[in-house]
C-alpha cells in the first residue's frame, strides 16, 4: 500500500473499539514511529504516557468522554524545558513537535491495521491530576488505539476535501478569500 492510499482509505478517525488488546509488538512499532519523528533541532521533547491498565482507563474517564473505549490510550506532551525557541518571535515548538510524533503514530497504526482517533479535546487540569503530569510537561493529544468494532466505518466528512486550489497557492496569497466552512 502506497502512502497516500493509506491516508486516502486505511486511516479515518475510529469512535469505537473491539474489546480486543492491541498486541505489544504493535504497540512497540507505533512507539518507535513516534520516537523517530522529526522534531525542531532534533531536541525531541515529546513524553508519551501509555494508558493501557482498567485503573488508568478509569481516570481517563474523568479527563474526556472521547476514548471511545480503546484498549490503548497514548497521551502525548512535551517538555516545555527542552523544546526549540525560537528567537525571532518568541514562540515555542513543543505543540508541533508534539503533532508530528502524534501523527507519525497516527499513521504507523493504521499501517498495522488498527485504528486511532486525535483527541485534542480533554482536560489537561484533570489529566495532570490524575496522571502526575509535571509542571515542565504540556499535555497536546490523546490518541485511542485498538482495533476497530465492525460497525465502524468512517464519518461521511472523511472523504470531503476541498480541491486543491483552494487550499493550496503558490507565491503569493494575492485573491484569497476568507475561508468556507464544511
Same mark, same amino acid.
Not at 497516500?4 to 482509505?9: N, R, S, V
Not at 514562540?91 to 508534539?98: C, E, N, Q, V, W
Not at 461521511?156 to 476568507?178: L, Q
Given at each position: 500500500?502506497?502512502?497516500?492510499?493509506?491516508?486516502?482509505?486505511?486511516?479515518?478517525?475510529?469512535?469505537?473499539?473491539?474489546?480486543?488488546?492491541?498486541?505489544?509488538?504493535?504497540?512497540?512499532?507505533?512507539?518507535?514511529?513516534?520516537?523517530?519523528?522529526?522534531?525542531?533541532?532534533?531536541?525531541?521533547?515529546?513524553? =508519551?504516557?501509555?494508558?493501557?491498565?482498567?485503573?488508568?482507563?478509569?481516570? #481517563?474517564?474523568?479527563? %474526556?468522554? @472521547?476514548?471511545? &473505549?480503546?484498549?490503548?490510550?497514548l497521551l502525548i506532551c512535551y517538555d516545555?524545558?527542552?523544546?526549540?525557541?525560537?528567537?525571532?518571535?518568541?514562540?515555542?515548538?513543543?505543540?508541533?513537535?508534539?503533532? =508530528?510524533?502524534?501523527?507519525?503514530?497516527?499513521?504507523?497504526?493504521?499501517? #498495522?491495521?488498527?485504528? %486511532?482517533? @486525535?483527541?485534542? &479535546?480533554?482536560?489537561?487540569?484533570?489529566?495532570?491530576?490524575?496522571?502526575?503530569?509535571?509542571?515542565?510537561?504540556?499535555?497536546?493529544?490523546?490518541?485511542?488505539?485498538?482495533?476497530?468494532?465492525?460497525?465502524?466505518?468512517?464519518?461521511?466528512?472523511?472523504?470531503?476535501?476541498?480541491?486543491?486550489?483552494?487550499?493550496?497557492?503558490?507565491?503569493?496569497?494575492?485573491?484569497?478569500?476568507?475561508?468556507?466552512?464544511?
Open positions: 500500500m502506497n502512502f497516500l492510499q493509506l491516508a486516502k482509505e486505511q486511516r479515518y478517525s475510529v469512535r469505537k473499539f473491539k474489546d480486543q488488546p492491541v498486541e505489544k509488538e504493535k504497540l512497540e512499532l507505533i512507539l518507535e514511529a513516534g520516537r523517530i519523528a522529526p522534531t525542531a533541532c532534533n531536541y525531541q521533547p515529546q513524553r =508519551i504516557l501509555v494508558i493501557e491498565d482498567a485503573n488508568a482507563n478509569e481516570k #481517563l474517564k474523568q479527563c %474526556t468522554s @472521547w476514548y471511545f &473505549g480503546a484498549p490503548v490510550v516545555k524545558t527542552t523544546c526549540w525557541k525560537n528567537k525571532t518571535n518568541g514562540t515555542i515548538g513543543g505543540d508541533i513537535d508534539a503533532s =508530528i510524533v502524534t501523527t507519525q503514530m497516527m499513521l504507523q497504526a493504521a499501517e #498495522l491495521g488498527l485504528g %486511532t482517533t @486525535w483527541v485534542g &479535546g480533554f482536560s489537561h487540569q484533570k489529566a495532570r491530576e490524575l496522571f502526575q503530569i509535571p509542571d515542565y510537561l504540556v499535555p497536546v493529544a490523546m490518541l485511542p488505539i485498538g482495533y476497530p468494532a465492525d460497525s465502524v466505518e468512517p464519518h461521511p466528512w472523511h472523504y470531503k476535501r476541498f480541491d486543491m486550489d483552494h487550499t493550496v497557492f503558490y507565491n503569493s496569497f494575492d485573491g484569497i478569500t476568507e475561508g468556507e466552512a464544511h
